[in-house]
């Protein structure tokens, strides 16, 4: 299976709230009716008021100071069944139109400076 993780940032302007439910009502919708090469398509949003997210797991109370605040507001997880559904995905995202919708989109919700697409070999143990 191929994935690819995209960190996204919020725009400053919008409150956690507001960046969810724009992403959750309006781009998923965007980007599932464009992109129909995805198998699976989730999003992660960080919990910064979870203590955990900035301790880690082998941290002490004392080590946090040393952990940066992450820099982007969720971890997006799109799936592909095959190495040609994502090339073909690959092919519709490059396509004018469909790049020109995306970031227009893009503008109402995120920081699109600050995005980042990793493709990613996913092992899974459970």
Do not use: W
């Not at 507001?18 to 992660?44: A, D, M, S």
């Not at 109370?61 to 190495?83: G, T």
């Amino acid at each position: 299976m191929i994935k690819i993780c995209v960190l996204v940032k919020r725009r400053p302007d919008l409150s956690r709230a507001q960046f969810i439910r724009y992403y959750e009502e309006n781009h998923v919708k965007l980007i599932t009716r464009l992109l129909p090469q995805l198998t699976g398509y989730r999003r992660n949003y960080i919990c910064f008021d979870d203590p955990m997210t900035y301790l880690g797991p082998f941290l002490t109370e004392n080590d946090s100071s040393q952990l940066a605040k992450p820099d982007f507001d969720v971890i997006s997880e799109a799936r592909f069944a095959d190495r040609a559904s994502f090339e073909s995905f690959i092919a519709a995202l490059q396509a004018p139109e469909t790049a020109r919708l995306i970031a227009e989109d893009e503008e109402n919700f995120c920081d699109r400076p600050f995005t980042r697409v990793l493709v990613v070999e996913e092992h899974i143990t459970m």
